[in-house]
């Protein structure tokens, strides 16, 4: 099992910047995918950006350019550095775990901090 607990969510003027975290209970190093999700109300839960264990990356259009992945193996940590914030980037934004072990496939989500835009 695996539990990852972000934060660092708030609410930001348009323009502005924030940084998630996401803690995860078990040593990163092994996981093969980490990534960052949003919901918005009335929209389904889509990707933002991914990093693998080799540190490739992948962000959706909307974020390109503006956001950055990254992770910190030694604190167990992925960050999500988002700057140039809109309103259209207000969502809970869920940290996500896929590990694949003897072809066991595993998904993990936490439990979600809220990102506010004004505008």
């Known amino acids: 099992q695996v539990q990852l607990v972000e934060s660092g969510g708030a609410l930001v003027q348009a323009g502005g910047s924030l940084r998630l975290s996401c803690v995860a209970s078990v040593n990163i190093f092994g996981i093969n995918a980490m990534g960052w999700y949003r919901q918005a109300p009335g929209n389904q839960r889509e990707l933002v950006a991914a990093?693998?264990?080799?540190?490739?990356?992948n962000y959706a259009d909307p974020v390109k350019g503006r956001f950055t992945i990254s992770r910190d193996n030694a604190k167990n940590t992925v960050f999500l550095q988002m700057n140039s914030l809109k309103p259209e980037d207000t969502a809970v934004y869920y940290c996500?775990?896929?590990?694949?072990?003897?072809?066991?496939?595993?998904?993990?989500w936490g439990q979600g901090t809220q990102v506010a835009v004004s505008s």
């Open positions: 996500h775990a896929h590990t694949e072990f003897l072809g066991y496939k595993s998904d993990y």
């Open positions: 990093i693998t264990s080799g540190g490739s990356t």
